[in-house]
T-cell receptor
Framework: NAGVTQTPKFRVLKTGQSMTLLCAQDMNHEYMYWYRQDPGMGLRLIHY???????AKGEVPDGYNVSRLKKQNFLLGLESAAPSQTSVYFC????????????FGSGTRLTVV | EDKVVQSPLSLVVHEGDTVTLNCSYEVTNFRSLLWYKQEKKAPTFLFMLTSSGIEKKSGRLSSILDKKELSSILNITATQTGDSAIYLC????????????FGKGTLLTVNP
């Protein structure tokens, strides 16, 4: 019973450290997304991908990089973490957004101290 | 400027009450509007609305789109404590038919 799997689920980083969040989906979806969710801010799009080998910037891309080398995986990287990147990160994927909407992962809670 | 605006941002009710959550959206090349429920973890899909005036229902939840008013409402009747959650509204619009733009959400708390 897979769907969209995010790892890790929790992480604490020190300012300046780097890390990679992994999103994996087994539904053969073309589209994948990274959102961050902060209190009172809703879900904001960081980066997205419309297919293997493609990536594009969303609403709040600064401080993040992404890669989609394989169709099933979408990686989100923080090169030098900052306290402002403390957030809950959600990955989502979709085949036909207008028909099925998104399937979300369970989220990664990241704290940068 | 926010493209999708939800109101109220938070709401506290008692079990058995009926609630109405609001969502307004931008008109430019509107395609569809979606509602999600988020409890402790990932948002889960509730409804997708494309046509004006057609109500979608699922149990005690229902939703309708009003294209004239550029808005949608989500109704929950006979609320239960399990309805406590953040309710998110999202729009698909323009040429980006694969991206959702979310509102900030409505935090609903149902007290026993």
């Amino acid at each position: 019973n897979a769907g969209v799997t995010q790892t890790p689920k929790f992480r604490v980083l020190k300012t300046g450290q780097s890390m990679t969040l992994l999103c994996a989906q087994d539904m053969n979806h073309e589209y994948m997304y990274w959102y961050r969710q902060d209190p009172g801010m809703g879900l904001r799009l960081i980066h997205y991908s419309v297919g293997e080998g493609t990536t594009a910037k969303g609403e709040v891309p600064d401080g993040y990089n992404v890669s989609r080398l394989k169709k099933q995986n979408f990686l989100l990287g923080l090169e030098s973490a900052a306290p402002s990147q403390t957030s809950v990160y959600f990955c989502a994927s979709s085949a036909e957004v207008e028909i099925y909407g998104y399937t979300f992962g369970s989220g990664t809670r990241l704290t940068v101290v | 400027e926010d493209k999708v605006v939800q109101s109220p941002l938070s709401l506290v009710v008692h079990e058995g009450d009926t609630v109405t959550l609001n969502c307004s959206y931008e008109v430019t090349n509107f395609r569809s509007l979606l509602w999600y429920k988020q409890e402790k973890k990932a948002p889960t899909f509730l409804f997708m609305l494309t046509s004006s005036g057609i109500e979608k229902k699922s149990g005690r939840l229902s939703s309708i789109l009003d294209k004239k008013e550029l808005s949608s409402i989500l109704n929950i009747t006979a609320t239960q404590t399990g309805d406590s959650a953040i309710y998110l509204c999202a729009e698909i619009s323009g040429g980006s038919n694969y991206k959702l733009t979310f509102g900030k959400g409505t935090l609903l708390t149902v007290n026993p």
